[in-house]
């Protein structure tokens, strides 16, 4: 985009950088990718095997929150995921 820093990019390659987020334990990141597409108002992955990771790595964070109220931010976030 202009002057923000942010790259629009296809379906495909926002699929490979939420998953390669999750794989690397880093949740937040594939929710900010997730998050900017929603914004742009570009089709949330369509792809299940990718809406099933973001909701397990929002699980897995929920169980590692250090506190009850980011656990149930990140449970919230996988409710999200099929709004």
Not at 25 to 46: H, I, L, N, W, Y
Not at 61 to 77: D, F, H, L, Q
């Amino acid at each position: 985009g202009e002057g923000g820093g942010s790259l629009e990019v296809d379906a495909l390659t926002r699929n490979s950088l939420i998953r390669h987020y999750l794989r690397a334990g880093r949740p937040e990141g594939a929710f900010r990718v997730f998050s900017e597409a929603r914004r742009r108002g570009q089709t949330p992955p369509a792809n299940l095997k990718v809406l099933a990771a973001l909701a397990e790595g929002c699980s897995a964070a929920s169980e590692v929150a250090e506190t009850e109220e980011e656990g149930r931010r990140w449970m919230g976030r996988a409710l999200e995921l099929y709004a």
